[in-house]
């Protein structure tokens, strides 16, 4: 058993747990924290833009329907610059 560092989760693999890690929300929580200067009004700024696109991706798997996915797609873009 593998356990992930950041949230705890277990996983039965190695592999598992990589694949784990490279979509951990905590894990990105802990290194925008790190990464991020605190006077920084813009870093601020792209992670909010990073939670909005990540929502909207989760959104886009989520629906179906063709024509709400190019919104979501468009406003992914825009929020991407
Ligand atoms: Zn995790």
Do not use: F
């Amino acid at each position: 058993m593998y356990k992930c560092e950041y949230c705890g989760k277990i996983v039965k693999s190695s592999s598992g747990l990589k694949r784990h890690i490279s979509t951990c929300k905590a894990k990105k929580e802990v290194e925008v924290g790190n990464d991020m200067p605190k006077d920084s009004i813009e870093s601020t700024v792209d992670i909010c833009n990073d939670k909005k696109i990540q929502k909207l991706l989760d959104l886009r798997k989520s629906t179906y329907d063709a024509h709400t996915r190019n919104l979501i797609d468009m406003q992914i873009n825009e929020l991407r610059g």
